[in-house]
T-cell receptor
Framework: SQELEQSPQSLIVQEGKNLTINCTSS?????LYWYKQKYGEGLIFLMM?????EEKSHEKITAKLDEKKQQSSLHITASQPSHAGIYLC?????????????????FGQGTTLQVKP | NAGVTQTPKFQVLKTGQSMTLQCAQD?????MSWYRQDPGMGLRLIHY???????DQGEVPNGYNVSRSTTEDFPLRLLSAAPSQTSVYFC??????????FGNGTRLTVT
């Protein structure tokens, strides 16, 4: 089965600083999802990456999929207290390039981000 | 839209008791799944379903049963609760080619 490992496991940054969270797969990634979770709440979808080399941005968050390295990164620019939470990467059970999940995502262990004002 | 609704939000059980965690979605999604979240372990898949009448096991299915009699509902049954099942449980749903939509979770404590 595919395994996803996130690094770092936790991160404390000063407000305004940039940061990067990595997600590495034990198998080739054909697609990857990033979610954010605030304590005690559900998961909020951030971005989905499906093509090698793909990069997506939303506000100050940018995600990239490096297919050769079997890795995805999530980069936050000029962090704010609202960015605090747990970030999780998930990958679908993909039969072939371009297909998507069947509701059966495997997740990394999560990265806990604290942003100090 | 209500999205994915989970009930109850909190539950305390004694070892050996049984209960059902409810999950309902109003988006007509084909795919539904149950995850448990434990500190340092991320989300682990318990069971999932690709449509009404079709279910399959995930990574950690032991001690849990599911059924999918309708598109909207996907209940998770704990047959005989154990302290190891203390966790936060999330239900999720999706279409093919779409991200998972998660409920707000059920926090379960087994004493």
């Amino acid at each position: 089965s595919q395994e996803l490992e996130q690094s770092p496991q936790s991160l404390i940054v000063q407000e305004g600083k940039n940061l990067t969270i990595n997600c590495t797969s034990s198998k080739t990634l054909y697609g990857l999802y990033w979610y954010k979770q605030k304590y005690g709440e559900g998961l909020i979808f951030l971005m989905m990456l499906q093509k090698g080399g793909e990069e997506k941005s939303h506000e100050k968050i940018t995600a990239k999929l490096d297919e050769k390295k079997q890795q995805s990164s999530l980069h936050i620019t000029a962090s704010q207290p609202s960015h605090a939470g747990i970030y999780l990467c998930g990958a679908g059970h993909l039969a072939q390039r371009g297909s998507s999940n069947t509701g059966k995502l495997i997740f990394g262990q999560g990265t806990t981000l604290q942003v100090k004002p | 839209n209500a999205g994915v609704t989970q009930t109850p939000k909190f539950q305390v059980l004694k070892t050996g008791q049984s209960m059902t965690l409810q999950c309902a979605q109003d988006m007509n999604h084909e795919y539904m799944s149950w995850y448990r979240q434990d500190p340092g372990m991320g989300l682990r898949l318990i069971h999932y379903s690709v449509g009404a009448g079709i279910t399959d096991q995930g990574e950690v299915p032991n001690g849990y049963n599911v059924s999918r009699s309708t598109t909207e509902d996907f209940p998770l049954r704990l047959l005989s609760a154990a302290p190891s099942q203390t966790s936060v449980y999330f239900c999720a749903s999706s279409y093919l080619y779409s991200p998972l939509h998660f409920g707000n979770g059920t926090r379960l404590t087994v004493t």
